[in-house]
T-cell receptor
Framework: GIQVEQSPPDLILQEGANSTLRCNFSDSVNNLQWFHQNPWGQLINLFYIPSGTKQNGRLSATTVATERYSLLYISSSQTTDSGVYFCAVDVYAGKSTFGDGTTLTVKP | KAGVTQTPRYLIKTRGQQVTLSCSPISGHRSVSWYQQTPGQGLQFLFEYFSETQRNKGNFPGRFSGRQFSNSRSEMNVSTLELGDSALYLC???????????FGSGTRLTVV
């Protein structure tokens, strides 16, 4: 099956710093999403981005489908950005494969 | 509009028992997927239903089953519970996969 690798596994930042999270995948995909998992376990949809670039406030994402990677940018990080960020891809409709996540800690 | 609703939020069961979890998707969404999250295995796909039909299934034993009703609500059942079934079970719905998934808050199952 498809492999999804996220890097780095852990990231510690000071408030106000910028960061880039990466997601590599091993095969062509129909769908790619970035999620933030909050401390209560809920997965919050950040971006649906099978290709191209999107921005939402301090967050932006770019997927280069031909090279099989996606990047999530977080600018001017805040303590509330802390948590686990997941990349999920679909080869088959309705079935997502998740990476292991990047655990982000933003210190005040 | 209402999001994806999962019930119950927490469950404690004894080994050998069975359990049923419920997921109500966003109104109009016809695809419902289920995932298991554990510290050791991460997020793993269980199965997906679309218009009452199971379209995809993950690599889980037959003790894990599910169904979808005509109103798109879905249930998953785990029979003969094992300690290793302790996990956060997440449900996601979408208007038509793949189109972006919205997840519920999850059901945290503890098997003792």
């Amino acid at each position: 099956g498809i492999q999804v690798e996220q890097s780095p596994p852990d990231l510690i930042l000071q408030e106000g710093a910028n960061s880039t999270l990466r997601c590599n995948f091993s095969d062509s995909v129909n769908n790619l999403q970035w999620f933030h998992q909050n401390p209560w376990g809920q997965l919050i949809n950040l971006f649906y981005i099978p290709s191209g670039t999107k921005q939402n406030g301090r967050l932006s994402a770019t997927t280069v489908a031909t090279e099989r990677y996606s990047l999530l940018y977080i600018s001017s990080s805040q303590t509330t950005d802390s948590g686990v960020y997941f990349c999920a891809v679909d080869v088959y409709a309705g079935k997502s494969t998740f990476g292991d996540g990047t655990t982000l800690t933003v210190k005040p | 509009k209402a999001g994806v609703t999962q019930t119950p939020r927490y469950l404690i069961k004894t080994r050998g028992q069975q359990v049923t979890l419920s997921c109500s998707p966003i109104s109009g969404h016809r695809s419902v997927s289920w995932y298991q999250q554990t510290p050791g295995q991460g997020l793993q796909f269980l199965f997906e239903y679309f218009s009452e039909t199971q379209r995809n299934k993950g690599n889980f034993p037959g003790r894990f089953s599910g169904r979808q009703f005509s109103n798109s609500r879905s249930e998953m059942n785990v029979s003969t519970l094992e300690l290793g079934d302790s996990a956060l079970y997440l449900c996601a719905s979408s208007l038509m996969a793949p189109d972006g998934y919205t997840f519920g808050s999850g059901t945290r199952l503890t098997v003792v």
